[in-house]
């Protein structure tokens, strides 16, 4: 279950801005590559995957992402609604021993050892700094460098995010098995509201099932079935944000067959039970930027 390796193409030997709004832009399969990456979403929404994080994500989000770091965007099954970001890739250049090195930029570089792990920064710093994206798109060069710079450093002394990996998760450079992992996704979007057994995701991949269940534990760096119940308590985490449904209604929609089953996962992935969860996003929600 390898990723995908993707080259970012740049005229510039430090970084590259882009606006992305198509699903050929955006979206794409579990990938790695040499540059950082600060993903700004300003619309729409869909599933994360950082390392083996596994989680929503919805407008103005902010993430940033290290070097190599596997990480995929996709929409659901349920929606086809096209996400608009602005995504800055920052150049192994950019960290020219020259320049970089030097102790005005240690908070920069600190930050970007953070990145390893994957970073959500908190959504009141993210709207705080949603202009200044915006800013990026059209300046000149230099003063693209200077307001990118100025990102950074507001994000160096920033400590309301958090990880999203508990490790760092560095790809394999060995991209044969990138599909693996891609079709691990897509089984069990479409058929987690059913009982999945390790015979029937190993069977798909030609694996028996020791041998599958080996494989996912060290390339994702947890089990398979603790995979899937983060997936499905995701999927109950949208729903319990965007519907008014009862917990119990919820715990059966997105395949959960036990409600005490149910809560300790949530507790295990939230760290807090879903009716804490649904009123701490409605305080979130209601949030207005200075």
């Known amino acids: 279950m390898k990723p995908h390796y993707k080259p970012i193409p740049s005229e510039s030997n430090l970084f590259k801005v882009e606006f992305q709004k198509t699903s050929k832009e955006f979206y794409y399969p579990w990938h790695y590559h040499a540059e950082l990456e600060l993903t700004f979403i300003l ?37 086809d609604q096209p996400v608009t970001a602005i995504v800055v ?3 192994e250049d950019f960290f020219d021993k020259t320049w970089m090195q030097s102790i005005e930029f240690e908070g920069i570089r600190n ?14 710093i993210a709207l705080a700094l949603k202009q200044k ?22 994000l160096s002394h920033n400590q309301e995010y958090r990880f999203l990996c508990e490790q760092e998760f560095v790809g394999d450079f060995d991209d044969t098995d990138k599909k693996r992992v891609n079709a691990v996704y897509d089984y069990i979007q479409k058929n987690y509201l059913h009982q999945i057994s390790l ?25 398979f079935f603790e995979f899937l119940n983060e997936y499905k308590i995701n999927r109950a985490c949208k729903q319990l944000i965007e519907t008014d449904k009862q917990i119990s209604e919820i715990c059966y929609a997105v395949g959960f067959e036990s409600i005490p089953f149910f809560y300790r996962q949530f507790k295990k992935f939230k760290d807090c039970q879903p009716k804490t969860y649904r009123k701490n996003f409605q305080k979130v929600s209601l949030y207005q930027p200075v």
């Open 43 to 79: 619309g729409g929404q869909g599933v994360r995957y950082v390392g083996n994080s596994i989680e929503n994500f919805y407008e103005e989000e902010l993430v940033l992402l290290g070097s190599n770091l596997p990480h995929a965007w996709n929409t659901t099954i349920e929606q």
């Open 89 to 91: 890739y920052l150049k």
């Open 111 to 124: 930050l970007s050892a953070l990145m390893n792990k994957g970073i959500k920064v908190d959504k009141k």
């Open 133 to 154: 994206f915006y800013d990026l798109l059209n300046a000149a060069p230099f003063e693209k460098l200077m307001i990118l710079l100025q990102i950074l450093e507001y």
């Open 199 to 223: 015979a029937d995701i190993s069977s798909k991949l030609n694996m028996s099932e020791e041998y599958f269940s080996r494989y996912f534990s060290k390339t994702m760096k947890k089990p």
